[in-house]
Structures are given as C-alpha cells and as structure tokens.
C-alpha cells in the first residue's frame, strides 16, 4: 500500500517513516508542512508532500491506501492550534481519506483523551478525544467509512525500542517510548485485529506482534 504518514517530520512521525521504508512492505509518503522539511527525506529515499491541517489536504491523500496520523499541534503552540490540528485538522484527514478511497486509517492519539476531560492538559485531551469519536463514529456520517485504529501511548520517551508492549491499563509505568509506538502504527497497518478497536499502548513485556492480536 501507498501510506500518508501525516506529521511525518515530527518524532514520531520520522520513526514511522524510516521503519516503512526499511520494512520495505509499504510505500511510505511524508506529508510536510515546508519545503525546508523535505531534505531529511529527500536523504531517505522517500516522496514527500507538502500539507497543512489548517487546510484542505485532499490532495495529500489522494492515490493512497492508507493514512498514519502522527501530526500534534506541540508544546509551544497555544490551545488555538490544539484544537486547529489534534481536533478539526484531524477529522478533516479523516473525510479527505474517506472520500480519496484510502480505506485504512490509524491515529496516533493519547493516553487519556476524552472529550470530557478534566486533566491540567484537559484542551489537549479534549481535542484528542473529539477526534477519536469522529474516527470511532465516522461510518454515521459519510457515505464512504474508514477501517480505523486508535492507539493511545503513555508519557512519550526517547528509550530504545525493546518490541515489548502492554495493551493494559495498570500494567506498567504509563511510559511509551517512541519506537515502540512507531512500531506499533507501522504493524497495525497489517493486523485486522486492530481495526476497529481503541486501545493503550505501554512499554511492557508482550512482543509487540502478540499484544496486537490480543486485541482480536
């Protein structure tokens, strides 16, 4: 499949890519917000496109199978640009893919996101969380339905990936590190037991792989 990575110059984003590129089995895209972003690309073999959520990104999409989101609005914007990208700008990835015919959708969302929340990041979380019950919900409103994941990591870390998860609330330290969570949206890309589904994901002890099938 042809994969829009969505936020694809972000840390996370950059791990998905490079991980579909040497994995070799999809053909990944990176969607970037400048041109000044391509050249990490360019260097990795990989097409680039430029988009940006506060926008249409129809285009983007289009002659892809699949959609990774891993885009975030960061730490240093405001709750303005929160809601402009981890909510509006998501959903309307999420109508572009649907009706561009990329059928496969995976969102890398968060630990804790609900439209209700009321945690000291509650904007974040809400953002977050309204996206997901768009993604959840999507086949209510349009004519055209995604196959969709939600995954939603633990504090981010930068610790090397061991390929070792947890699925379960309580089961570790509510830490993720970045690879395994790369790791995790590239294999569910390929696992139908995911489709469908919202669930946690933390460094743990189950081989990635045999926690995603867990979830079937």
């Known amino acids: 499949m ?6 694809a110059h972000g840390n996370t984003g950059r791990r998905v ?35 940006d959520l506060e926008y249409p990104v129809d285009h983007a999409v289009r002659g892809c199978e699949a959609v990774i989101f891993a885009a975030g609005s960061g730490p240093k914007t405001g709750k303005d640009k929160t809601v402009l990208v981890d909510h509006i700008g998501a959903i309307r990835s999420m109508v572009a893919a649907a009706m561009n015919g990329a059928r496969r959708y995976v969102m890398l969302s968060s630990y804790r996101a ?8 509650r904007h974040y979380h809400r953002a977050k969380g309204l996206a997901d019950r768009f993604l959840a919900t999507q086949a209510e409103v349009m004519p055209e339905s995604l196959d969709w994941t939600i995954i939603r990591p633990g504090g981010l870390t930068d610790e090397p990936g061991t390929g070792r ?12 590190s970045r690879e395994n969570l790369a790791a995790a949206l590239v294999t569910a890309l390929d696992e139908p037991s995911t489709i469908g589904k919202i669930f946690e994901l933390f460094d743990g002890e189950t081989p990635l792989a045999e926690a995603l099938r867990t979830l079937a």
């Open 2 to 7: 042809k994969v829009l990575i969505i936020g």
């Open 17 to 51: 890519v490079r991980l579909l590129q040497e994995k070799g089995r999809h053909l990944p895209v990176a969607m970037i917000r400048s041109p000044e972003q391509k050249g990490v690309f360019d260097e990795m073999g990989v097409t680039t496109v430029l988009g």
């Open 114 to 121: 609900d439209p209700g929340s009321g945690s000291s990041i």
């Open 165 to 176: 998860v947890s699925v379960r609330p309580g089961d570790s330290d509510n830490k993720t």
